[in-house]
């Protein structure tokens, strides 16, 4: 077999054959929740990103300023939730609509 023959393999819920790579790929996309900032761009791991507004932090007895830079930020899963760390503060978990991707 060549290098650039391929598998293809039946996927049932478009009822096309594709090759078995595009497949693969298509169904790892399906686990993967999008993230996106205030204004709509694509937000994912390792991301910088600038509070929009000035948050209150329930627990912290401190407030988050308009324009303060996270960096470093881990997505958690869920569509508008991210994970960051902040001096002062743990486990901070912000979200997305607050925040615009540097």
Do not use: H
């Amino acid at each position: 077999m060549a290098a650039t023959d391929e598998d293809y393999v039946y996927d049932e819920e478009s009822g096309e054959w594709l090759p078995a790579a595009e497949l693969a790929a298509k169904r790892a996309a399906e686990g993967t929740v999008e993230v996106r900032d205030a204004v709509g761009n694509l937000l994912a791991d390792g991301d910088s990103v600038t509070l929009i507004k000035d948050l209150e932090v329930k627990g912290a007895g401190q407030t988050l300023k308009r324009g303060a830079v996270i960096t470093s930020i881990r997505l958690t899963g869920d569509a508008q939730e991210i994970d960051c760390r902040y001096p002062g503060i743990k486990g901070l978990v912000l979200r997305a609509e607050f925040v615009r991707k540097r």
